[in-house]
């Protein structure tokens, strides 16, 4: 689609892959895992509503390197269109809903921004300061790309 989105989703994925790394090494602490089971989950779920599943809940997705990078191929292979079809999918309450792939790929993208910003206050709040900063511009700056 855009060599922007991809970028957005190679930061997505490095971002995710420190995360994943940091709560490893912690032991899977909770609501931490839950909270980035669900970032993942969300990935998921949009992708198959691309390819016109609408399921009723979440996916079940696990905590590894191996499904990090299926659910962020399956998005590289989503993105590397070069149209931007409207999406028509349910939510998971019935509702029909449209919205055009370019919006729900950024919506992907900033809703594991939110939630990694949550994981950082979650660490900061516990008085933890060995978690990984995840800043776009950090990922820009080390040379990622």
């Known amino acids: 689609m855009t060599a922007d989105l991809a970028t957005l989703f190679r930061f997505d994925r490095w971002a995710n892959?420190?995360?994943?790394?940091?709560?490893?090494s912690k032991g899977w602490p909770d609501p931490d895992t839950a909270i980035l089971q669900h970032v993942l989950a969300a990935q998921a779920v949009w992708a198959l509503r691309f390819t016109g599943e609408s399921p009723a809940a979440p996916p079940q997705v696990e905590l590894t390197t191996k499904e990090l990078d299926r659910v962020h191929e399956g998005w590289f292979s989503i993105i590397d269109r070069n149209d931007d079809p409207v999406v028509h999918y349910r939510r998971y309450n019935g509702e029909e809903q449209s919205l055009p792939l370019s919006e729900i790929a950024m919506h992907v993208v900033n809703h594991g921004t939110y939630h990694r910003g949550e994981l950082r206050g979650l660490c900061l709040a516990r008085g933890d300061d060995d978690f990984p900063e995840t800043d776009f511009m950090l990922y820009r700056i080390q040379g990622s790309s």
């Open 17 to 24: 892959g420190l995360w994943l790394e940091c709560l490893h």
